[in-house]
């Protein structure tokens, strides 16, 4: 069983990792990454799940990288610890099915560059974001500069990775950083309704759907529209395409098998 992060049973297609370090506001040790990484892959390999949920406490989504790992290491000791470490974000990077954050109260650093590695964020009304690394004399190691400053601007993210700006709930939800904005006790309830909304879509045509969003940031718009028409057409390869034309015009709800 893992100590530092709760996983629930799937229900309604949807899995929920909880990060559970309360005494270091679930600061991501090494240990969380693993565990966090073994059951994103068990979600991944489970057809039964088809969207995923991460979430914190009330008072902490994850309030950075756990420092105490950080001490003493030299340029060369950092990236060797750290080459694992990139492996596991890969997963993050990489992953298939929609991924959903439920934010309350610090999501800083490390944490920051979790929600932003999914791909929608439900913020409580208490929930602050920033990458506060420049206070270490660091700076942002897992996609905090890039994915970052692709979602709020330069300014912004410049101000939040040089002088250390947080932004509240209300200047996220401005800044295009998250979702919505709810009240803290409606954080993962939220979170679980839009998951669920989305794991009873077809999954093969949410997973192309997701890969074609995310290239958008990766490709050339030439390219990008490509790879989007090449996943359109392929989808008139699944049975679920034509189960969702025919229940369209026979007034029935789909059936969807993932194939």
Not at 9 to 26: A, F, Y
Not at 73 to 100: F, H, S
Not at 215 to 227: K, V, W, Y
Not at 230 to 239: D, K, M, Q
Request: charged share 25%; aromatic share 6%.
């Amino acid at each position: 069983m893992p100590d530092n992060i709760i996983v629930t049973q799937p229900e309604d297609g949807v899995g929920v990792i909880q990060l559970n370090r309360p005494q270091q506001r679930n600061a991501l040790n090494q240990q969380t990454y693993n565990e966090l990484e073994a059951a994103l892959v068990a979600f991944r390999e489970d057809d039964t799940v088809r969207c995923v949920v991460i979430t914190g406490s009330e008072k902490a989504f994850a309030a950075g990288s756990d420092v105490t790992e950080m001490q003493g290491q030299n340029a060369v000791e950092a990236e060797v610890n750290g080459a694992k470490r990139l492996a596991q974000w890969e997963v993050l990077r990489t992953y298939p099915k929609p991924l959903i954050a439920a934010v309350n109260g610090y999501c800083l650093g490390g944490g920051n560059e979790l929600a932003l590695a999914c791909d929608m964020i439900i913020a409580g009304e208490n929930a602050r974001f920033g990458q506060p690394e420049i206070n270490l004399a660091l700076m942002p190691g897992a996609g905090g500069t890039q994915r970052l400053t692709r979602t709020v601007g330069k300014v912004i993210a410049m101000e939040m990775v040089l002088a250390g700006r947080f932004l509240s709930a209300d200047e996220a939800l401005r800044f295009r950083l998250v979702n919505v904005v709810v009240p803290v006790e409606d954080t993962l309830e939220t979170a679980l309704y839009l998951a669920r909304k989305v794991a009873a879509k077809a999954p093969l045509a949410v997973q192309k759907i997701k890969a074609a969003v995310l290239e958008a940031f990766e490709l050339p718009l030439a390219e990008g529209l490509r790879h989007e028409r090449s996943s359109f057409y392929s989808l008139f390869g699944t049975e679920d395409t034509h189960e969702g034309i025919s229940a369209f015009l026979e007034k029935r709800d789909p059936e969807w098998k993932g194939r």
